[in-house]
């Protein structure tokens, strides 16, 4: 359910509801300071956050490579776009050769298929609708990430919708 909150003040309903609780929250302003320094730090292309997997936040606040997860990095794209392994497979050979992520856990099909996804490992930036291409170093070259973007959209499983019959009723109330 979308909730609006009527109050021009507290346009934010958690915002509200902590106002009119008594309970402490942040104001409007300092969130709008917080939100253009994050919007300014991506303009320049600046790490926010997390690091994605195969680069660390460097001295200058931008991805530097890490080479042993870039090295991984590298494995999983070879694994699904040369030897045209499945999600599945290569989260099973991962885990069977006790290449371990960055948390030193098992691999999942969630983290796999997002590592195909992401346009970071053609050292491209991409926060608050900011793209900026060589940002950082690349990982992956272009024509290798964008044939593993194709073949996950060509492998993604399609939903057929049965064949619908309209209810003997439907359309006279």
């Not at 979308?2 to 008594?22: E, N, R, W």
């Not at 590298?74 to 069977?96: C, S, W």
């Not at 609708?129 to 950082?136: D, E, Q, R, S, V």
Request: aromatic share 10%; with cysteine.
């Amino acid at each position: 359910a979308k909730v609006q909150c009527m109050d021009i003040d507290f346009p934010d309903p958690l915002q509200s509801a902590l106002h009119y609780t008594g309970l402490k929250g942040t104001s409007k302003t300092h969130s709008d300071n917080v939100k253009n320094a994050m919007i300014n730090k991506a303009q320049d292309g600046l790490s926010l956050g997390r690091p994605p997997y195969g680069y660390e936040k460097g001295s200058d606040g931008k991805f530097d490579l890490v080479a042993k997860e870039a090295q991984i990095v590298q494995i999983i794209f070879n694994l699904y776009t040369e030897e045209h392994l499945g999600l599945r497979r290569i989260v099973a050979y991962l885990n069977e050769k006790k290449i371990r992520n960055r948390k030193g856990k098992n691999w999942n099909i969630v983290t796999i298929r997002d590592i195909l996804k992401n346009i970071v490992y053609i050292g491209t930036y991409n926060r608050f609708g900011f793209l900026i291409p060589k940002n950082h170093p690349a990982i992956i070259q272009k024509e290798v990430f964008h044939q593993a973007r194709s073949t996950l959209s060509e492998r993604r499983p399609r939903r057929k919708w049965g064949q619908t019959e309209p209810y003997i009723l439907s359309g006279l109330a």
